[in-house]
Antibody
Framework: QVQLVQSGSELKKPGASVKVSCKASGYIFSAYGLNWVRQAPGQGLEWMGWINTNTGNPTYAQGFTGRFVFSLDTSVTTAYLQISSLKAEDTAVYYC??????????WGQGTMVTVSS | QSVLTQPPSVSAAPGQKVTISCSGSTSNIGNNYVSWYQQLPGTAPKLLIYEDNKRPSGIPDRFSGSKSGTSATLGITGLQTGDEANYYCGTWDIRLSAGEFGGGTKLTVL
């Protein structure tokens, strides 16, 4: 079946980096863009941007440039979100989501990233 | 601060109907499809409505979507306690060239 499976929770110190993975299965990986969405504790959903799984071209939303990098490994149908120079305010659940029919029709289970000294 | 405005909370009794509004502008709702998501506590969001008013396979017809101008509405009939969740509208904003979500609405089934 179609699914997106993300890597597990991470606890990092300020200034460190983290790489979250999102493995896709059950469909043609290159057919649909993969988006990243952040949800801070107790807050709403925030679109971070997306990566074209056909070309590998990333697009970043305002506020997610510089320290955030989207990448792919098409050989294992996996997308990655890397965040560098982590800050306490990066503490959040990060979701990957497939975009199809002008909507996010499939979501990963989420990865909790906690930044704390 | 989201460009899409939703009421923070709505409530209704089991079996009743509730509507959740999502207000935007011509750069988003007025010129793009709207989708709706249900987020149960501690889980990932789930697509309820796409292309303004279509339901994915498996979503009961108690859930409906509509759009008029720069506003969209999610309707839920026959409320159940299991419908208690946060609901988000979403669309694309052509001025910002960005995906956008509403701030979310917490549904309480009294």
């Amino acid at each position: 079946q179609v699914q997106l499976v993300q890597s597990g929770s991470e606890l990092k110190k300020p200034g460190a980096s983290v790489k979250v993975s999102c493995k896709a299965s059950g469909y043609i990986f290159s057919a649909y863009g993969l988006n990243w969405v952040r949800q801070a504790p107790g807050q709403g959903l925030e679109w971070m941007g997306w990566i074209n799984t056909n070309t590998g071209n990333p697009t970043y939303a305002q506020g997610f440039t510089g320290r955030f990098v989207f990448s792919l490994d098409t050989s294992v149908t996996t997308a990655y979100l890397q965040i560098s120079s982590l800050k306490a305010e990066d503490t959040a659940v990060y979701y990957c989501a497939r975009r199809r029919v002008a909507a996010f029709d499939m979501w990963g289970q989420g990865t909790m990233v906690t930044v704390s000294s | 601060q989201s460009v899409l405005t939703q009421p923070p909370s709505v409530s209704a009794a089991p079996g009743q109907k509730v509507t959740i509004s999502c207000s935007g502008s011509t750069s988003n709702i007025g010129n793009n499809y709207v989708s709706w998501y249900q987020q149960l506590p501690g889980t990932a969001p789930k697509l309820l409505i796409y292309e303004d008013n279509k339901r994915p396979s498996g979503i009961p017809d108690r859930f409906s979507g509509s759009k008029s101008g720069t506003s969209a509405t999610l309707g839920i009939t026959g409320l159940q306690t299991g419908d208690e969740a946060n609901y988000y509208c979403g669309t694309w904003d052509i001025r910002l060239s960005a995906g956008e979500f509403g701030g979310g609405t917490k549904l309480t089934v009294l």
